[in-house]
């Protein structure tokens, strides 16, 4: 279709580090890629640095005057995650949120009330309970939800972008350390590893299951059911009482591209039904992802009904394992966020490496801690 553009390839030989750093430096000095397609986990770039400095075109100006693009079609809460400063400068494509699982029967063998942990408070009232009582002879979560792999879904954020400051000084930001600290020196090479989440909860190495994939969640409901357990579900509570999500795969258009409509067209078919609706079910599903896009996302559910729900039988030995109203119900749980994060990696990951496991650890104050890591937020954002 365009037999007169060049296409320069370039092999990394799955050298990811250096791949990386050549695309990170282009885009700071506003070269490279016209269309730039990341994962949350892999990029080593400030997204917010990068916006501040208006490397990315705002993509409102070509979404604005495109009749066939319309923003409502998508989840609203996921892809309002990229606009910043009022322009819209990157377009998420998937997105990954957090669903606690467990039985009835795990947790009346904890004693823990079943009414009280789709809060945060709630959650880790019973949480410090449980630890308080049995020295917590048992992991609480699996280790998806140890190290700096649990802020996430928290919803509390490290820094203000748009008005350069650290917001780690508040009353949320305590709460979740506190709660953190709870399980955080629990033995992460525990028996569960050799199980599935189901096995797990059945045979009391875990207390809550922690997944992001639904197809994850599925089975390990259905396994519970088909074996006389009672299963019970809830998306992970945000400490400020809203359910957060977390961007997965993104793209933007650098603001110095020469072809930004071109682009554009690219970065529409990422996000139309055919790529959206493409084997969400089978391999890219190992990674959590959810489609951005409404009719992919009920495309999806509709995918496990029929898998789980018409074909149960095949899978977990009884037809009742899981119907197609809970399976209806969790896939429009895990669509229904208030929240979205684009989650700072490099910052999160310093945080927690540097300074917080030094108060989780217990070998610093609460109050010296959360110094030093002001200290290092403000310095960075400053920068």
Sequence with gaps: MYPDVEVDIKDFEFNMGAYMTLITTE??????????????????LDLYKAMDADVFYDLNNLIENDPDFILDDYNKAVLDSGIYKGKRYLLPLSYMTRILLTSEETLAAAGMDIDKLRTFDGLHGEINKYIEKYASTKQIYDSRSHYFGFFPWSGVEFIDYENKKATVDGEDFKKVMEAYKDYYKQDLSSAWYKFEISDALRQNNIIFGADTTPWNIMDAYGSLSANDCTPVYFPFPGVNGKITAQVYDMAFILNASPNKKNAYNFLKVLLSEEVQSYDWWTGRSNYGQLPVLHKAMDMQIENMIFLYAKNSLRYFGRADAISEET????GNMMTNVDDCQLLPLAILSASYENYMTSYLSGSESYDKFLGKLRNFLELYVSE
């Design 327 to 330: 399976i209806r119900d969790i």
């Design 27 to 44: 885009i700071m000095t506003g070269k490279g890629t016209d269309l730039f397609f990341t994962e949350a986990y892999d990029t080593l």
